[in-house]
């Protein structure tokens, strides 16, 4: 069970392979962290419950020596996303503390590197994650 929604975005994509850590990215290649964004919507229900939406930022940083590992990248994070469009084809998503229920984990826009070296690129990726918040 996870007590927050990142720990929850952590729980998805160590589940499709991708070991990340909460706002956090190390040195090195093959690193991956998540990042909670300033953008928050709530919708408050007729019951008194909330549909919220929050904003977060993933970041992997990925091989970019040579034009296969360039290209390897790319096809790696675009693979990504469509692992998290098909997410709830073969798994549920966690459980969250707080009598909160997520209902859509959803890419918002494309891969892109963010940052480029010598010797790795530090790609980006847009997501939000809607959740509903009972009250009581």
Do not use: W
């Amino acid at each position: 069970m996870a007590n927050t929604i990142s720990a929850a975005i952590v729980e998805i994509f160590d589940e499709l392979g991708f070991t990340i850590h909460t706002n956090h990215i190390s040195d090195g290649t093959g690193r991956y962290g998540i990042f909670r964004s300033p953008a928050r919507v709530v919708q408050e229900q007729i019951d008194g419950s909330h549909l919220i939406t929050e904003a977060y930022q993933f970041f992997g940083r990925l091989d970019s020596l040579s034009e296969t590992e360039r290209e390897d990248a790319d096809e790696q994070m675009e693979n990504l996303v469509y692992a998290v469009d098909d997410y709830l084809l073969t798994h549920d998503y966690p459980t969250l503390t707080g009598n909160r229920t997520i209902h859509k984990v959803e890419i918002t826009g494309c891969p892109y590197p963010f940052e480029t070296t010598d010797e790795d690129l530090l790609y980006q990726i847009s997501l939000n994650v809607t959740y509903l918040r009972e009250r009581g």
